[in-house]
């Protein structure tokens, strides 16, 4: 028994096959992303708890921590923490020691961790536009396809001067596989999307939060 899909393939034009074609080829650059950017976020959600434990339970020195993960990528959290310990030690002269500082010194720390924090962020939301971008256009593919099968079927009307099954059924065919696979392409890219744009802005409050814990723990330890 021939597949329905395929059969509608090779019977639709080039103008469908070439729809169908760009459908397919947005279908699986989408799913690479969905899956690379889901095993990801959730490698970097592990590293991030595991990290934020060690922070929590540290004692004074808060300057000696180490990575959870030697991927920048997989642990955006160690990243913003080591960027602020670079910078007291470099105000201090001095390793693991946190120096004495003005206001105004630890507003400009803070700020420094934010923008690392921000490229961070930043470094998660690569390739989803992609996603949006596929969510947004494969149904528009769908309806230029629909559109061009609807036209093959009152071509194929005039030509046969009648509304029978062999007039309509190459341009209606072609009309509903394309809308079925603009469909296909954006149902799970919006899914995904959605998900993954809620995941990091979730991740950018909590690296916020990490922040103004690091920086209160470190005011703190410079006053004993």
Known sequence: ??????????????????????????????????????????????????????????????????????????????????????????????????????????????????????????????????LATAASTGPLLGILGTVYGVLIAFQGMGRYGSATIDAVAPGISEALITTVFGLVVAIPALIAYNHFKHFIGDYSAQLDNFISDFITRARTGEKK
């Open 1 to 130: 028994m021939n597949n329905p899909f395929i059969q509608s393939f090779l019977e639709a034009g080039l103008v469908g096959q070439g729809i169908l074609i760009i459908l397919f080829l947005e279908s699986g650059y989408s799913w690479t992303i969905i899956l690379y950017k889901f095993f990801l976020f959730r490698r970097v959600r592990g590293a991030t708890g595991e990290f934020l434990r060690g922070f929590q339970r540290g004692n004074r020195d808060i300057l000696s921590l180490s990575a959870s993960h030697l991927s920048r990528e997989i642990d955006p959290v160690y990243s913003v923490y080591q960027e602020g310990c670079q910078k007291l030690t470099a105000r201090s002269g001095k390793k693991n020691m946190i120096p004495e500082m003005s206001a105004e010194d630890w507003n400009r720390l803070e700020e420094d961790m934010q923008r690392t924090s921000d490229a961070e962020t930043r470094i998660l939301d690569k390739d989803l536009l992609f």
